[in-house]
């Protein structure tokens, strides 16, 4: 089903540029936040016909409401997330989904690495991407594992990071990344690192790694854990560590004299 009045394709193509020039968006910027190709955007900017799913698609991404498309029709359903998680449309964070190894310093003193597991997935109920992570080895003949953490995901719209929040009873961990690049994710982890008697906040740097598009988790379980010097991955991965630590991270510095 196409547009077929073009008098609204044109009063949609302006409504559209008056949103891409509010937000100060490229077509570029409106095609990735969409997950359309610049094209699509381009035909829609200059009123050609288009599904009433792609207009939909794009005026969310935008912020843009429409109560009905074309000619009295209801609009085909669609999957946006809410506006203050980044109203960032379903089918432009499909890649997302999938289990990663993530990999960080260990929060002491201590030279380990350690290696978690995190799935991202799409909720439908929330309509929008969620996350948990598997911090405990078990063995595989020992059912599922619990995550130990799990949360929403916020995608910025004027931004390049994604952040993965967990709030449990008013304890705060945040998770902020660049978007994906090479099947890998690149930032930092803040959250609070235990001591025998307190908590203090602690980061490190975080490397996420795609290793699988599926969602099950329980052929990873055998590989969380510790990577001490010495093993036969620690070099590589502390390597990219000291990479995203002098790259991705900006660390704020004192100007005293």
Same mark, same amino acid.
């Given at each position: 089903? #196409?547009?077929?009045? #073009?008098?609204?394709?044109? #009063? ?7 949103? +891409? ?36 698609? *794009?005026?969310?991404? +935008? ?6 498309? /074309? ?5 085909? &359903? %669609?999957?946006? #997330? ?8 379903? !089918? ?11 990999? !960080? !310093? ?21 309509? !929008?991407? %969620? ?12 059912? &599922?594992?619990?995550? $130990? ?10 931004? @390049?990071? *994604? ?6 009873? /008013? ?32 980061? &490190?740097?975080?490397?996420? @790694?795609?290793?699988?598009? $599926? ?33 991705? *991270?900006?660390?704020?510095? &004192? $100007?005293?004299?």
């Amino acid at each position: 089903m #196409a547009w077929a009045d #073009a008098k609204e394709c044109k #009063a949609l193509a302006e409504r559209i540029g008056r949103g +891409l020039a509010e937000k100060r968006w490229t077509q570029a910027k409106l095609a990735e936040a969409s997950g359309y190709d610049e094209r699509t955007i381009r035909n829609v900017l200059k009123a050609r016909p288009a599904r009433p799913k792609t207009i939909v698609e *794009i005026c969310q991404a +935008l912020g843009i409401t429409l109560e009905s498309v /074309g000619g009295g029709h209801e609009p085909e &359903s %669609v999957d946006v #997330a809410a506006e203050p998680y980044g109203a960032y449309a379903r !089918r432009s964070v499909t890649n997302y989904i999938g289990c990663y190894f993530g990999y !960080r !310093r260990a929060l002491s003193v201590s030279p380990e690495i350690k290696r978690t597991c995190y799935v991202i997935d799409w909720s439908e109920p929330e309509s !929008r991407l %969620v996350f948990c992570e598997y911090q405990k080895c078990i063995p595989a003949d020992q059912g &599922s594992a619990e995550p $130990q953490h799990e949360g929403d995901i916020y995608i910025g719209s004027d931004t @390049n990071l *994604i952040h993965l929040m967990t709030v449990f009873q /008013g304890a705060v961990r945040l998770v902020t990344l660049t978007k994906m690049r090479d099947h890998a994710l690149r930032g930092v982890v803040l959250t609070q690192g235990e001591r025998p008697a307190f908590y203090q906040p602690s980061v &490190s740097a975080l490397l996420l @790694n795609k290793v699988a598009d $599926q969602l099950d988790v329980r052929p990873f379980y055998g590989k969380i854990g510790t990577l001490p010097p010495g093993d036969p991955e620690y070099e590589l991965i502390d390597a990219r560590l000291r990479k995203i630590e002098a790259e991705v *991270i900006f660390f704020a510095q &004192s $100007q005293a004299a």
